[in-house]
């Protein structure tokens, strides 16, 4: 399996940006999808997850009401809708599956190569 991400870039405060997960494979139906970022110097967090049908989503308390997750099984993509970006929204963003809807990240056994969303004041 291979989880490729797109869609990142500099966006000015207040902006928005969608990202964007596909998956090579036949499996991503199987999954549930997490998105997570990274800033310089943090851990890793998960923003959000979404469930294999895309039914029920889960977010993190500090994106709740800004970003929204969804995904389309027949594309195999899971997407990261975010509006309203603040500069503590900068960081590397990444795609991930794993069995079930989760903020564990020990949880996610495939990963994509990340892409950079830097968001200016």
């Known amino acids: 399996v291979q989880l490729v991400e797109s869609g990142g870039g500099l966006v000015q405060a207040g902006g928005s940006l969608r990202l964007s997960c596909t998956a090579i494979g036949r499996t991503f139906s199987s999954y549930a999808m997490g998105w997570f970022r990274q800033a310089p110097g943090k851990e890793r967090e998960c923003v959000g997850a979404v469930t294999r049908s895309g039914g029920s989503t889960v977010y993190a308390d500090s994106v709740k009401g800004r970003f929204t997750i969804s995904r389309d099984n027949a594309k195999n993509t899971a997407y990261l809708e975010m509006t309203s970006l603040k500069p503590e929204d900068t960081a590397v963003y990444y795609c991930?599956?794993?069995?079930?809807?989760?903020?564990?990240?020990?949880?996610?056994?495939?990963w994509g190569q990340g892409t950079q969303v830097t968001v200016s004041s």
């Open positions: 991930a599956r794993a069995p079930r809807a989760t903020s564990v990240r020990e949880q996610y056994d495939y």
